[in-house]
């Protein structure tokens, strides 16, 4: 018992103790932060790109689809095993045309903007059929997701502010045909639909009803060749989408892939097949083995993950999780290592009492625990209170980052730098154990040398000069 008492009143008499404390504090708070964050940006990722392109891409290596009618039935022949229906994992699939394009607009509304005539912006056309695509991927939620940034009926084009009100949400009235604009009271447009990314339409300064015209050429082109043809299409927009990734929202733009087949001239059926999982995040294990039943086929299929198609962002992530990881345990370990040294200092100071105990009859593993225990209660109490602050920080980052922003007038995460329009974080229950754990055992084991050294005195020499 009196080792515990000894640890409780060395800790209280000892006010620098709490410096050691709250620095294991900003240790663990900032691993938990960090971690949380990058986390996040995974987790945040992997849904937007679940939520657009769906779980697998799947091509015919070697075939062109070009001139493969065909194509989209080919592959879903070879998917029959695996689908939903069967037992397996694939819940549903989608054909896709996906072309690079220009979009270019003159249309512009009287006085906005005055400064601006022509725009345009490249920018990844996808000839998408709205009823498979509603299987695959949320299409409906990312077109509700403009809910709560167009304007409403009746309101005025500009707030109290100044700030422009965009009329860019499609109301699910219209959504039986998302690709048709009709105006109230009017009859449909004549001319094809298109849906585009929220930032997009926001750079562009296109809003629903307005035209724009889509610059490519036909994907069989010679790019050798000396003269060169574009097409052109003239689209209405119908609509915005938003899926809160800034590369996704600034870059694409979908319409129908019947529309889009006419327009390439495109003989086959299309030039992709997305795929919608039952469990997302088994993509890897599901794409191994699709392959692993096309062996020796005379058409290879080609699977590909969101790692896949975006490699060097996926390994990116793992590196700076990594490398962030790293830098915030060091910090852990200077702190810790305080620790010791304070151990250290505490055992000198109190040398006479180490003694006084000895001669009492106190074992050395006594000396030794009561030593430990205090190191440990240091740790504890610096584990928890970092515990409670990562929790917290991580919690309310975006409130603390948007108040740093008016404190310095400045934005400190742009969407067009970060992809985001907010620092994404996701508290991971076990991660945060993880932490605790080390943080704490950490301390113990640096208590562990001072704790011997005091043990290892003589009670004579102790008391010698007292």
Same mark, same amino acid.
């Given at each position: 018992?009196?080792? /515990? ?43 937007? $790109? ?18 493969? &009618? ?67 991927? &949320?299409?409906?939620?990312? *077109? ?38 009709? +105006?109230?009271?009017? +009859?449909?447009? =004549?001319? &094809? ?19 724009? %015209?889509?610059? #490519?050429? =036909? ?71 699709? /392959? ?15 790692? !896949? ?41 109190? #040398?006479?009492?180490?003694?006084? /105990?000895? =001669?009492?009859?106190? %074992?050395?593993?006594? $000396? ?12 504890? /109490? ?29 934005? *400190?995460?742009?969407? !067009? ?32 040398? +001072? ?16």
């Amino acid at each position: 018992m009196y080792r /515990l008492s000894l640890a409780f009143r060395y800790l209280r008499r000892r006010k620098i103790a709490y410096v050691s404390v709250v620095a294991i504090a900003v240790g663990v708070m900032a691993m938990i932060v960090v971690n949380s964050v990058m986390e996040g940006f995974q987790r945040r990722i992997k849904d937007s $790109i679940f939520r657009v392109d769906g779980s697998l891409k799947v091509q015919i290596r070697d075939l062109d689809p070009i001139d493969t &009618p065909d194509y989209e039935q080919r592959i879903l022949a070879r998917l029959a095993p695996f689908m939903a229906s069967r037992g397996g994992e694939i819940v549903a699939a989608s054909p896709r045309l996906v072309q690079p394009a220009m979009l270019s607009t003159r249309d512009r509304e009287i006085g906005w903007p005055p400064e601006i005539d022509l725009r345009q912006d490249f920018i990844t056309l996808i000839g998408i059929d709205a009823a498979t695509e509603r299987r695959v991927t &949320p299409l409906d939620e990312l *077109l509700d997701a403009m809910r709560d940034r167009s304007r409403k009926p009746g309101e005025a084009r500009f707030d109290a502010a100044g700030s422009y009100r965009w009329d860019q949400y499609l109301p699910p009235s219209a959504r039986d045909d998302i690709f048709r604009y009709q +105006p109230e009271d009017l +009859p449909p447009s =004549s001319q &094809p639909g298109i849906i585009l990314g929220s930032q997009l339409a926001h750079s562009l300064y296109l809003q629903r009803g307005m035209r724009a %015209t889509i610059i #490519t050429v =036909s994907p069989d082109t010679d790019p050798s060749a000396a003269d060169i043809e574009p097409l052109q299409q003239r689209f209405v927009v119908t609509g915005c989408f938003e899926s809160g990734r800034y590369e996704y929202d600034k870059h694409l733009a979908f319409c129908d892939i019947r529309v889009l087949r006419d327009f390439l001239g495109w003989r086959g059926g299309c030039s992709e097949v997305r795929l919608s999982l039952k469990d997302p995040g088994r993509a890897r294990e599901v794409k191994e083995a699709i /392959l692993a039943s096309n062996r020796g086929a005379d058409e290879w299929l080609e699977v590909l993950t969101w790692e !896949d198609q975006m490699r060097t962002l996926a390994q990116a992530l793992e590196f700076e999780r990594l490398a962030m990881w790293l830098v915030t345990a060091f910090v852990v370990i200077v702190a810790g290592v305080s620790i010791g040294g304070l151990l250290y200092m505490v055992v000198l100071e109190k #040398t006479r009492d180490i003694g006084i /105990l000895q =001669s009492m009859g106190a %074992t050395s593993g006594g $000396i030794v625990q009561t030593f430990i225990l205090y190191g440990g209660l240091l740790g504890l /109490l610096g584990t928890l209170l970092g515990v409670w602050l990562g929790i917290y920080v991580s919690e309310h980052l975006n409130d603390i980052i948007k108040w740093l922003e008016r404190v310095l007038d400045r934005p *400190l995460f742009p969407p !067009d730098v970060y992809e985001f329009g907010s620092l994404p974080s996701h508290l991971d229950g076990g991660m945060i154990v993880s932490y605790a754990c080390f943080t704490f055992g950490w301390c113990l084991l640096v208590s562990i040398l +001072p704790a011997f050294f005091a043990s290892r005195l003589d009670p004579l020499k102790c008391l010698a000069y007292e």
